[in-house]
């Protein structure tokens, strides 16, 4: 079982930053490929990036791309999430999930509480 808590959520103004973190335990962490979800009101959960196990390769939606970078310190056991040029779009609660069986379209098996975003205009 894996156990997955984020940070760093908060109230940032658009075309700021923000950096989320995502602390995991109970497995092997640098054997996982973990990613990063949300989920905005009254939508649908979408996904945002994932990145493989030994951190080689990523993938990201096309809406985050050139903006978020995905990474991870396997020493720490921690996946991070930086985000930069924030929308108000990117408004929602942030996800980290883990393990995941693929980059592209993943379906992960266990899910953080999540952590809020909101980007005002």
């Known amino acids: 079982q894996v156990q997955l808590v984020e940070s760093g959520g908060g109230l940032v103004q658009a075309g700021g930053s923000l950096r989320l973190s995502c602390a995991a335990s109970g497995r092997t962490f640098s054997s996982l490929t973990m990613g990063w979800f949300r989920q905005a009101p009254r939508k649908e959960r979408e996904f945002v990036a994932t990145?493989?196990?030994?951190?080689?390769?990523?993938y990201y939606a096309d809406s985050v791309k050139g903006r978020f970078t995905i990474s991870r310190d396997n020493a720490k056991n921690t996946v991070y999430l930086q985000m930069n040029s924030l929308k108000p779009e990117d408004t929602a609660v942030y996800y980290c999930a883990g393990p995941c069986n693929r980059l592209r379209a993943p379906s992960c098996d266990y899910w953080g509480q999540g952590t809020q975003v909101t980007v005002s205009s």
């Open positions: 990145m493989s196990w030994g951190g080689g390769s990523t």
